[in-house]
């Protein structure tokens, strides 16, 4: 049931019960832009406001957060800690693992909470969003960046970058997109016929399978299929659940009624076995890794005959993303968009580079500047100014990483140019770091050029110029990765690029051309890959959210039909006079 306070007025209950879809005229929509990314100066106030949220994060006790069904908080005593990455001392929330009970309540609150969730008009539910968006940009800004900071280890900028700005405008983008799709109506009529579409949520429920790098991307996963008309379990990760959960309670602070989108922090093999054992599973919408993306996908193939509808599947995975450096390349570019692909956020990005080709030729310039430049950074808690990163975002990744690390030096391979020591965390659990690392390999097929460490670490292979030809090296990159999420190749020669653009156009989703591989931004590069990094649907653009919907064609007959006989027919009475 949807909550009383958004009860619709009698009228438009009607109107909503016998259109089945959005209303015939649609308001303007407020004119939309990328929200501004603030610069978060010394002394500036966003700054200050800021800094006082983390503050109290980081001193109080953490925040107790239940999972949330139909708008009621079940508490089931499974209680787990989402600690900070940087200061493992620090409890950034504790939260309620749901059980089978809770979700099996969650399926049934999403389910009956969909029918009359489809049928509110669109303009009612375009509001609800952007005025979250509204709010994200000015009540709760501080306390999202704030959240973002303390629990999943970004600096002030890069959680600005992601929290705020990305978030704000997945939403509102996605409801000038929404408008767009639902205005999109058969142009052509027959005689005496009215055709239309009409774009329906999903039957069934949604259920949205959160990372912890982005939490801008918990709120998109959960959020737009909700736009659309669709009902949604919200499965946050462990390392994200305070600030998914803020961003939950906004939404449900700008009108978003109970039970459209259910909160159930849980572990993830009991979460992906109860969704895909329910007849009612409508789609999957996941970000996470590609091991994790193929479990589901199998579980859901196995089952495909219980369910009442094909489930949709739709998946960003990871990345093992590349700058590839022609001859003609600048260097000093080079060199700074791959030390910020590689070491904002300690590379946790999907989209970061991580394998790099530099040709011989420049390689002595090249290595000169990229070591300069890794000297200069530093790395430590998220409030001090400078710090490019903080942690990798849990003691699990921290010893994939140290083990990977560890091997380098028994590896004849491999050679550490920069970087390479994991300093371990002091008796209070403070001052866990892994020093932005950068190697060389010999071997363009190493498995440091092809698996995905998901930390601060880029592999580099200098290829011979003189001998290698430009087509060869475009092969490698293709042919080495088993990803297709993002590259970047720089170059001043256009033929080169062309060149490279088409020999890599299965290489990437996102393909740039002299810049960094990381960064995308919605309205303007739609993110997402292929091969094992994903269904490459491209969050963040219009064709996005047609994943969310389920069209429906109507032809209305506006005359009545008069004759059974169609002209080529005889016409049987003349034929049994003659």
């Keep these: 049931m949807l909550r009383q306070a958004f009860r619709l007025p009698r009228t438009l209950r009607a109107a909503a019960c016998s259109c089945r879809c959005v209303s015939s005229s649609f308001p303007v929509i407020p004119p939309v832009s990328n929200e501004p990314i603030l610069d978060f100066g010394p002394n500036t106030p966003e700054r200050e406001a800021v800094m006082k949220e983390y503050n109290r994060l980081m001193s109080e006790d953490p925040v107790e957060i239940p999972c949330i069904v139909n708008g009621q908080e079940r508490k089931t005593g499974d209680i787990r800690h989402q600690l900070s990455p940087f200061d493992y001392a620090i409890s950034a929330s504790t939260f309620h693992y749901a059980d089978e009970e809770v979700l099996q309540d969650a399926i049934k609150s999403a389910l009956e909470a969909r029918h009359s969730w489809d049928l509110v008009p669109f303009e009612h539910k375009a509001a609800i969003f952007l005025k979250a968006a509204d709010l994200i940009s000015t009540r709760y800004r501080a306390q999202v960046i704030a959240s973002t900071m303390v629990g999943q280890g970004k600096n002030i900028l890069q959680a600005e970058i992601d929290s705020t700005c990305e978030l704000i405008d997945f939403y509102r983008f996605a409801v000038e997109y929404a408008k767009e799709l639902y205005e999109t109506q058969p142009k052509h ?39 659309m008309g669709n009902s949604v379990l919200w499965k946050p990760s462990d390392n994200a659940v305070l600030s998914n959960y803020i961003v939950f309670n906004i939404l449900r602070e700008a009108g978003l009624p109970d039970g459209v989108i259910n909160f159930v922090p849980c572990d993830g093999p009991l979460f992906g076995d ?64 791959t030390i910020r692909s590689g070491f904002e956020y300690a590379g946790q990005k999907c989209s970061a580079c991580s394998r790099v080709y530099v040709p011989e030729s420049l390689w002595a310039e090249f290595k000169l500047l990229l070591v300069a430049e890794q ?19 849990n003691r699990k990744a921290t010893a994939h990483i140290r083990e990977a690390l560890l091997s380098v030096e028994r590896d004849e391979e491999l050679t550490v140019i920069a970087g390479g020591l994991v300093h371990d965390e002091d008796d209070c659990g403070r001052g866990v770091t892994i020093e932005p690392t950068i190697i060389q390999t ?50 001043r020669d256009r033929a080169a690029v062309e060149d490279a653009s088409r020999a890599l ?74």
């Design 189 to 227: 009529h027959g005689a005496g016929t009215w055709n239309r579409m009409v774009y329906r949520g999903l039957e069934g429920f949604v259920a949205a399978i959160c990372p912890f790098n982005f939490t801008a991307i918990g709120g998109n996963l959960a959020g737009i299929p909700a736009l």
């Design 274 to 337: 109860t969704i895909t054992d329910s007849p009612d599973l409508a789609a999957i919408n996941f970000t996470g890794s590609s091991k994790t993306f193929k479990h589901l996908w199998k579980q859901v193939g196995e089952k495909i005959d219980n369910y009442r509808t094909f489930p949709r599947l739709i998946g960003e995975c990871g990345g093992k993303n590349f700058h590839l450096l022609h001859t003609t390349a600048d260097v000093e570019s080079a060199v700074h968009a």
């Design 375 to 393: 000297s200069m950074l530093t790395v430590g808690n998220p409030s001090e100014v400078g710090n490019i990163y903080s942690a990798v975002i």
């Design 442 to 491: 010999t071997n363009p097929k190493h498995h440091f050029m092809t698996t995905e460490f998901f930390g601060p670490v880029i592999t580099i292979y200098v290829y011979d110029d003189m001998k290698t030809p430009w087509a060869e090296i475009l092969d490698t990159v293709n042919t080495t990765s088993a990803y297709a999420l993002t590259g970047s190749v720089f170059a």
């Design 505 to 578: 156009r299965q290489a990437a989703g996102n393909f740039y051309i002299n810049d960094k591989s990381t960064g995308s931004v919605v309205g303007q590069q739609p993110f997402g890959g292929a091969r094992a990094s994903g269904t490459n649907d491209k969050a963040g653009a219009a064709s996005y959210l047609q994943k969310w919907v389920s069209p429906q064609s109507v032809k209305e007959s506006l005359l009545p039909v008069s004759r059974l006989e169609h002209p080529s027919m005889v016409y049987r009475g003349k034929e049994k006079e003659e």
